[in-house]
């Protein structure tokens, strides 16, 4: 299939960068960025530079992969990463634009390549258990209901990758910092820290300069783990929780 | 040279325990004196630099992606090994240790093995303690599932997600000791060059890859977690960016590469489509568990499958031939990795492929939907269910065991498994060997640490599933943290290591010259193509099944790909910026040398075991033969540009009894 | 009283703040409307001018009604402050948008309250300025009263009957409409009150209440157009 690329192109973090448009052949059992590889390859070719893109499992979970395709964060398919995207998707003589997940909090590094270290830092404020190695109790100690334990692993799915502050008109990283409070706070080694883990990581994250939730929904939408917005009003109420209620 | 694995005295039981109880301990107020980098922050990685933190020492942690939660790790499905015996069904550390061994074709070394055995529970437990959120059974307590090669069930797992939550939890831990200041992190930052002061590991050399920067770092020692290196096949269930260069950096700076040629290959790929090709995606061989692998008995209805005139579910069942279950009996399709893989490249040679390239096989959930759809339906009390309900029923529950699993395969092949079998191929999955390090997980280099998978320690010629987990995170948890301290006891007299020396000098202006060098040639041919070349010599001529012949001509192959790298290659934009085709480049030429030095081991060692199977070693049913009179050792590889030296490290088996494997 | 400071310049403070003001005036609409209705009596206003005049010299409600320009004001200005900061931390729009991911009236809150404000303004100068601070609202005594009360209802027909103020009504009303659509779950989930079983009925009842006021308003400009056009 023949199609027509639309491309953010931008040499670095101070260049107001550009789209640049493109042709190239693909095959439709092609992932899409196998199709950006043969897009590449013929730039080298040319003795042109390549686009820049973050990539690296390619399987859909080590969330490196972002880019906005014709406006959606990692493309049309529900439940899906960019790099499992597959051409069969789309047909011949099809335009797509893709450009880099956009937030103030992302900048732009080269063509596709966002920074997403604003993550790393909500973390770092309060996204563990305090535990050191060695100090563990047996791992049965502790039962843990099923369900609440499957609860816990839908919202610790989250492979950090950004697309729900892609996807938010505010930027908010919302569903991402209430995705780990929530998959803490379920289990019952998590919640002795709960508190202070939901008021650092908020502080945090407000620091770090994310727009506030206004409930689109939008992020859910687009969340390749399918994370639910449930999370969100959990931490809204975890936060309310934790700043009026009693010592 | 004389390889010394420093092996403690005693009985093997004990071993760990006494060593561990009577290492040399670096005080308080010493280790916040002493500085510790640590490249890689995988499993391994990230676990050992958490745990350095906590004991107090300044680590200093490097990865070349942009957050340590990327690393390869992240990818693993399956689960994790360990020898708790929750199931009350025979297990024990000694089971564990031994079907290690045995997994592994008696090519590794007993202490180490019963070593990772003992840490293996105390994983589940740390784990259980970071919030990792296991599989649990009704009652709440941890559930478990059997997994490839071992008749227990002690796998523990998180859907099929396991690597990830695992190293989330260890990316956890690592951020709060990051938090603390007592790890400083670097991303996005590459390890290009090893130092060595006085014949010791003393820091490394670091690009930064967003500005190309090229920076010092010192430190009283080094430990590498840099993870495998399959992705010298170009073709491999590894991730893009996974790569040897951090490891060959320290190969080419006198380290020894012990066991190259020891590659496994995982059964349960999803198979090659075309020629753009980038990756490969596994499949979890958890699916083995319900899956039953197959071929169609005729080569005519192989070929009708090839060419679209047939599908899976027109071959009757008398016309299939379920070759593992045939071959293998008692442990049918259970059979260890390398033999699993093994047998489907025999039935695809038979020509009963059944993709277009020929190359894959079928995998298929049909009776396992039927068996949990029946059962089911006697849970539910439904009484003579239809053959539709019972499909339903069986289908949810394939789903909530392989649900996502199921999802990704759909995803990249646009088939339905639950109605279509799964086709699957063989593919390069992970290396068991790696740098040579003694018990003390350190590399003959004093001062130079490998942990995880960059090491060759534990699993010796094959891996058993659901055990890379468990010895990243024992290395990084429970092991290293402790043995560190033997070399680090040494060093507490070292004042602070500075970057002004003439070695980091030297080292800095070496590795400029390189990637200037690299920048020069101002070719024709683009990195990937090169890698893409060295990927078919190696699958060819080093992969499934291996020949003298051809492993000499594949060694030519590479050394004339490697000077032909050096003619012609092209590498586009700046030294100075972010610049992925220059990472790319550093990190295909070393996988280009250490591609010869796989052709090479594989050469030297005539016998077949685990994942090394050379034709000329078979027994007359085709089975692998082993030569314990001869190669019972570690072969440990000193480079050499025309003529790496072998050393050799024998195995002394003292509380097994090496034995022909057989899963019949 | 820090906590306090940091709690309210928190995101999830602000955004409190906007779910309880808003909360206020989704009940506040429901008074309104139900006082309202009285404009469709047919006892030539005196049930609806008493109770104007009831709801603007009353101390009580005069007090409540303060605390609904304040919180009018408040919504306004805080919901503007977050859309600024937001649209900053948007920083650059897409290329290519799309509402594949979510409805449009929940992308584009500011731009609705900002219509409503305006209708508003409109609305109180037509007829709460007019009323409290001119004279052209004419005196009117109804019998069994021992005092003379402004006739509001007079004023409201004459309104209506000009066609241009009925459309800036009915935009306004359908600006209010979407702005509910999403606002009313929305107050809910800031509130972080989410169940299984109770989060679905709240979603219902703010697509219920979100269409239902917004027609109850619209039914009197319209009910007086008609009346109108059956008199010629």
Request: some cysteine.
């Amino acid at each position: 299939m023949e199609l027509k690329l639309k491309i953010w192109r931008q040499k670095n973090q101070k260049d107001s960068g550009h789209f640049e448009s493109y042709k190239v052949e693909a095959e439709e059992h092609m992932s899409f960025l196998e199709m950006l590889d043969v897009l590449n390859q013929q730039l080298i070719e040319q003795k042109k530079e390549p686009v820049a893109f973050d990539h690296d499992c390619r399987e859909g979970i080590c969330g490196s992969c972002s880019l906005v395709i014709n406006g959606r964060p990692h493309g049309p398919q529900a439940g899906t990463t960019t790099c499992q995207l597959h051409m069969r998707a789309y047909k011949s003589g099809d335009t797509i634009t893709i450009e880099p997940f956009r937030a103030s909090s992302f900048p732009v590094i080269k063509d596709l390549v966002v920074d997403r270290s604003s993550f790393d830092n909500i973390i770092q404020s309060g996204g563990y258990i305090s535990v050191n190695t060695g100090q563990a109790p047996d791992g049965n100690a502790i039962p843990i209901e099923k369900d609440l334990s499957s609860e816990a692993f839908d919202s610790a799915t989250c492979i950090g990758c950004g697309a729900c502050v892609a996807a938010c008109p505010n930027g908010s990283a919302m569903l991402f910092t209430s995705a780990k409070i929530n998959h803490l706070q379920k289990m019952p080694q998590g919640k002795v820290e709960h508190k202070n883990r939901v008021k650092n990581m908020i502080k945090q994250m407000d620091k770090e300069g994310f727009g506030q939730c206004s409930n689109v929904g939008a992020c859910e939408v687009e969340c390749p783990k399918e994370i639910s917005t449930k999370n969100i009003a959990n931490l809204n109420r975890f936060y309310l929780g934790t700043v009026f209620g009693g010592e | 040279m004389k390889l010394e694995a420093r092996i403690p005295e005693g009985n093997l039981s004990d071993k760990w325990k006494k060593y561990r109880g009577s290492m040399n301990l670096v005080a308080p107020n010493n280790k916040r004196r002493l500085d510790v980098i640590v490249v890689g922050t995988g499993l391994a990685g990230a676990s050992a630099a958490a745990t350095l933190g906590e004991l107090g020492y300044n680590v200093k942690a490097f990865t070349f992606h942009d957050s340590p939660r990327r690393a390869h790790s992240i990818a693993a499905q399956g689960g994790i090994n360990a020898a708790k015996n929750y199931q009350n069904d025979g297990d024990s550390v000694y089971r564990l240790f031994y079907d290690t061994i045995k997994g592994g074709d008696y090519r590794s070394r007993e202490a180490n093995v019963h070593r990772l055995a003992e840490c293996s529970t105390e994983i589940i437990d740390q784990a259980v303690a970071q919030g990792v959120p296991f599989a649990r059974e009704y009652g709440g307590l941890l559930a478990n599932r059997s997994f490839g090669g071992v008749q227990v069930s002690r796998t523990f797992y998180a859907r099929g997600q396991t690597g990830q939550q695992l190293l989330i939890g260890a990316y956890q831990s690592l951020s709060r000791q990051i938090a603390t200041g007592q790890v400083e992190m670097y991303n996005r930052h590459e390890m290009l060059d090893l130092v060595m002061i006085d014949g010791k590991a003393r820091g490394i050399i670091t690009r930064n890859l967003l500005t190309g920067e090229i920076d010092r770092h010192a430190a009283h020692c080094v430990v590498l977690a840099t993870g495998g290196y399959g992705n010298v096949f170009y073709l491999s269930t590894n991730a893009m960016g996974s790569n040897v260069s951090a490891a060959w950096r320290a190969v080419k700076k006198g380290a020894l590469m012990a066991n190259p040629c020891f590659t496994q290959i995982h059964p349960t790929c999803i198979p090659v489509s075309g020629e753009y090709q980038s990756k490969l995606t596994l499949m979890s061989e958890s699916l083995r568990n319900d899956g039953r692998v197959w071929v169609p008995k005729t080569e005519e209805d192989a070929i009708a499958i090839r060419e679209g005139r047939k599908t899976a579910l027109d071959i009757a069942e008398e016309d299939r031939d379920y070759y593992l279950e045939r071959r293998y009996p008692a442990f049918g399709n259970l059979v260890p990795r390398d033999v699993a893989s093994r047998a489907a490249k025999v039935a695809t040679d038979e020509n009963k492929g059944v993709v277009k390239t020929g190359l894959g096989v079928f995998l298929d959930f049909a009776a396992a939907i039927e068996r949990y759809g029946k059962a089911e339906a006697l849970t539910k009390g439904i009484q003579n269910p239809s053959k539709e309900k019972v499909t339903e029923l069986g289908e949810q529950v394939v789903s909530q065991k392989y649900g996502n699993l199921f999802q990704m395969y759909e995803k990249i092949t646009g088939e339905n498994p639950y109605k279509m079998p799964m086709k699957i191929y063989p593919a390069v999955h992970y290396t068991m060997g790696g740098l040579w390090v003694d018990y003390n997980l350190q590399t003959n280099v004093p001062g130079l640490f490998a942990v995880g998978e960059a090491n060759f320690s534990d699993h010796g010629a094959n891996r058993l599933g659901a055990s890379a987990l468990m010895q990243g995170l024992a290395d990084g948890y429970f092991v290293l943290p402790y043995t560190i301290g033997q070399f680090l006891s040494e060093e507490i007299r070292s004042p602070k290591i500075s970057t002004d020396s003439a070695e980091f000098e030297a080292a800095e202006k070496a590795t400029k010259d390189r990637l200037k060098s690299l920048f020069d040639i101002k070719g024709n041919q683009s990195v990937e193509s090169f890698h893409r070349r060295l990927g078919k010599i190696m699958w060819e001529y080093c992969g499934m099944s291996r020949n003298a012949e051809g492993l000499k001509k594949g060694r030519q192959m590479i050394r004339d790909l490697k000077q032909e790298f050096y003619s012609d290659v092209f590498i586009p934009g700046e030294e100075n910026e972010f610049n992925p085709e220059l990472e790319k480049a550093t990190r295909v030429i070393d996988f280009i040398e250490l591609g010869e030095l796989m052709m090479l081991d594989a050469l030297e060692r005539n016998e077949s075991c685990g994942g090394h199977f050379r034709e000329e070693y078979r027994t007359e049913e085709g089975e692998a033969m082993r030569n314990d009179q001869d190669y019972t050792f570690v072969s440990a590889w000193e480079w050499d540009d025309d003529n790496p030296v072998l050393h050799k490290e024998e195995l002394n088996f003292e509380n097994v009894e090496l034995k022909t494997r057989s899963y019949k | 009283m820090g906590w306090f400071i940091d709690f309210l310049t928190s995101s999830i403070g602000k955004k409190l703040v906007m779910s309880l003001t808003g909360l206020f005036l989704i009940s506040f609409l429901a008074i309104h409307l139900l006082g309202n209705i009285q404009l469709l009596f047919n006892d030539g206003g005196e049930s609806f001018n008493v109770y104007a005049h009831f709801m603007t010299s009353n101390p009580l409600i005069k007090f409540v009604s303060i605390g609904l320009y304040a919180g009018i004001l408040l919504h306004a200005i805080q919901g503007i402050f977050i859309a600024i900061q937001n649209k900053k931390a948007k920083g650059r729009k897409y290329e290519v948008s799309t509402l594949k991911n979510g409805n449009w009236a929940s992308k584009n809150m500011a731009l609705l309250g900002i219509l409503i404000f305006a209708f508003l303004c409109i609305h109180m100068g037509d007829f709460w300025w007019k009323m409290k601070f001119t004279d052209s609202v004419e005196m009117i005594t109804y019998d069994g009263y021992d005092y003379a009360v402004k006739d509001l209802y007079s004023k409201v027909y004459y309104s209506f009957s000009q066609m241009w103020i009925v459309i800036v009504y009915l935009i306004g009303l359908l600006a209010l409409a979407m702005h509910l659509y999403h606002g009313f779950q929305s107050a809910f989930t800031t509130l972080g009150l989410v169940h299984k079983k109770y989060t679905p009925i709240i979603k219902a009842m703010g697509i219920a209440y979100s269409i239902l006021i917004p027609i109850g308003f619209a039914i009197i400009p319209l009910y007086v157009v008609v009346k109108n056009l059956s008199n010629y």
